[in-house]
């Protein structure tokens, strides 16, 4: 995380645009937090980091700005084996240092590799039959088939759990789903798609894995969004589609089952908005040193110095949560209320990180032709996905006085 890369000079006019080289500080990891980590897994960091910035980092910023995903990289990420490492869930800190540098580098990639690993493998991994992960797993791990995971409605995303409207009724050795799930990530080209249904039968919240070429379903893509414009959110709707009994995740009984994903899922946009957090320092440390105004560089400037070292601050300091937040899931001790607290941490820091880099570049920073406004952008979807900061407060809340706010 200190690797230092030389790039042409940034120059004085409003109009410059960035080379596509990157510059990283040498005081990234203030902390030596990869310490943690033994002298291969940090090799393992650093290689994924030379993969993400040579094949995903030129060609990003395009999609971003046109909406589209960059399938061309689907095999270079594949090398790196993210996903058999997300789903198997033995090396959480591994994995999480591996999320900042995707995230770090964008974060649309980021939430395309969790969804699919974190939420759809990890998923059939861990409540799924053997049946399920002989015939689902292998193309998953090698990205082969992309997977989704179906929980948010259109009426209904913080509390779905208690008032979900699509339904599955069981018919002999198959089910028939109804309903229309919103906001699911890849789900314009996803082969397999989790899908939560509330039982009509027992009224308790069932997986089901979803062919997305089966009569009945389709995926609407939903446009003009202001933050991960590369992930192919969609709108899907269920009109008897007609499910094996097969496809059932027998491991899901009830949405407890559920919310053991969401709990992981919340660790890793912890994990996220670190990475965020860096590429803002990145970007703007960088800009700082490179953009001159009054005859000298602006980082030579109180105030800009000032903002940089904030960004380091929350950023160091929400990657240390991030790190004890690692060793508690390794010891099997996290609690929900210890995910949701890093969450909205990360994620609130992470939210006034972006917007102090996003300032050190003036004008510029509204352009998405540097990557600062990219950063800024992406960030709200972050502070609002895998529960909101409101609802992740209150999570910890119950926790600690012993009442919900929330019925």
Sequence with gaps: MSTVVESPKIGDTEVDAPSPEFYTGPTTDFFSYQDFLTVDEQNLVATAR???????RPVVAEHWNNETFPFEIIPALSTLNLVDLCARGDNFLLH????????RVDA????????????????????GTDDQRDRFLADAISLRKIGAFALTEPDHGSDVSRNMETTATRTGDSWTLNGVKRWIGSGTFAANVLVWARDTADD???????DATLAG???????NKIALRIVQNATITLRNVVVAERDRLPGATSFRDTNRLLTNSRVWVGWQSVGLQFAAYDYALRYALERRQFGQPIASFQLVQEKLVR???NATMSLGLMVRIAQLQQAGTLRPEHAAMAKASASARMRESVALGRSVFGGNGISTSWGIARVFADAEALYTYEGSYEVNTLVVGRAITGISAFQ
Excluded: D, P
């Design 217 to 223: 379903f389709t995926a609407e893509k939903i446009e």
């Design 311 to 313: 960004i380091l601050e």
């Design 96 to 103: 999480g240092f591996m999320t900042v540098e995707l995230a």
């Design 204 to 210: 308790q919240i069932k997986g089901f894995i979803v």
């Design 108 to 127: 649309s990639i980021s939430t395309f590799v969790g969804v699919h690993s974190g939420l759809f493998a990890a998923a059939i991994a861990q409540l």
């Design 50 to 56: 030379a993969v993400f910035e040579r094949e995903i």
